[in-house]
């Protein structure tokens, strides 16, 4: 058997390596294997783990660094790790290593982890342009600093935001071009928005028919009017 490739197959468990101790286990790779557990941690605590390896880990919890905090972590990875989780920032609060900006880029972003930690340092700039920002968050905190043409570019933002959210600072062409490049999205959640807008426009709903949703040009023009459309009714 070749133990090295074992160390980095995801088949990897805690019994396997209890069962041949004395195996020529890699434990570089086995730090970097997504299936490392707390439990190989605890078991083989003088083996030689790469904790910069486990600082980039998918498989990281909170576990595996408390009780370790004095280990070589390397906390930039931490922090940008999307596994990061609200357990291991509020057990380390105090921790001067975080980086809070880069946390605001992380897809670790919540609702519930912009609460806890509503006096952090927080990006609202990188927060805007993040996949993981949600309706939610955007009404919990409405008068922090966003940036409202890197939402309106955020794939995560789905149209009918503008009408539960309505205001002047949206990129709308940045808005509706989004929506183009997931037209699953796009016509999911066109009913409301055709209902909103065909109960003030006549026109629009008679302009409706004649439009092919499987087709990218009667998309484009379908968007640009409703955009117009949008415009005169918010």
């Known amino acids: 058997w070749n133990w090295g490739l074992i160390s980095r197959n995801s088949c990897l468990t805690l019994d396997m390596l209890i069962d041949f101790p004395d195996k020529p286990w890699d434990w570089s790779l086995i730090s970097s294997n997504s299936s490392i557990t707390p439990g190989m941690l605890d078991l083989f605590p003088s083996k030689p783990w790469d904790f910069g390896s486990i600082s980039r880990n998918p498989g990281l919890t909170a576990p595996m660094v408390l ?7 390397e906390w930039t990875a931490l922090t940008n790790n999307p596994s990061l989780s609200l357990d ?5 609060d105090e921790c001067r290593y975080w980086d809070w900006v880069l946390i605001s880029r992380n897809s670790c972003i919540s609702l519930e982890l912009l609460q806890t930690f509503p006096d952090k340092s927080w990006d609202w700039g990188a927060i805007s342009s993040n996949t993981s920002l949600t ?3 955007l009404v919990a905190f409405p008068n922090k600093p966003w940036n409202w043409v890197r939402i309106s570019h955020n794939p ?5 935001i503008l009408f539960i959210i309505p205001h002047s600072k949206w990129e709308l062409h940045g808005l509706c071009i989004e929506q183009l490049f997931k037209p699953d999205v796009y016509l999911a959640t066109w ?3 055709y209902s ?8 629009y ?5 004649c439009l092919d949703y499987t087709n990218p040009v009667d998309l484009v023009i379908q968007s640009q009017y409703m955009m117009s459309c949008i415009l005169k009714y918010m």
């Open 205 to 209: 709903e008679r302009g409706e028919e």
């Open 196 to 203: 909103a807008v065909s109960m003030h426009d006549e026109d």
């Open 67 to 73: 009780g370790r905090v004095d280990r070589h972590w």
């Open 156 to 160: 995560s933002v789905c149209l009918e």
């Open 135 to 137: 309706l939610a968050i």
């Open 191 to 193: 009913g409301s928005i």
């Open 88 to 92: 291991l920032l509020v057990a380390l």
